[in-house]
């Protein structure tokens, strides 16, 4: 059973950093592109960014220049630099990965069960 844990939750300060990681365990055939999303109270689930299997990244303009996204050399792994931290990243984390299984043609969603993040003073 695929199962996605993420791990590193807090409070920081504005201005403050944090790091997240995600990493897959189980049995399956590859990884695809992995990604971090947000949900703030009260707003829908937003992605933050995302690396493909081959490393190209994405990021939300909000997040540009302020958070890195990178992928671990088992590449089972994903990390999440996040600087500069604002009030407004306050938000649960969720890592998601498309993942194909043994046999499979198509890769299905998988989804970490979130990391409390909260930026205050």
């Known amino acids: 059973q695929v199962q996605l844990v993420e791990f590193g939750v807090g409070l920081v300060q504005p201005g403050g950093s944090l790091r997240l990681s995600c990493e897959v365990s189980?049995?399956?055939?590859?990884?695809?592109?992995m990604g971090w999303y947000r949900q703030a109270p009260g707003k829908q689930r937003e992605l933050v960014t995302s690396?493909?299997?081959?490393?190209?990244?994405n990021y939300a303009d909000s997040v540009k220049g302020r958070f890195t996204i990178s992928r671990g050399n088992a590449k089972n792994t994903i990390y999440l630099q996040m600087n500069s931290l604002k009030p407004e990243d306050t938000a649960v984390y969720y890592c998601?990965?498309?993942?194909?299984?043994?046999?499979?043609?198509?890769?299905?969603?998988?989804w970490g069960t979130g990391t409390l993040v909260t930026v205050s003073s």
């Open positions: 690396i493909t299997s081959s490393g190209s990244t």
């Open positions: 998601n990965a498309d993942i194909t299984g043994w046999g499979k043609l198509r890769g299905m969603e998988y």
């Open positions: 189980g049995s399956y055939f590859s990884i695809n592109t």
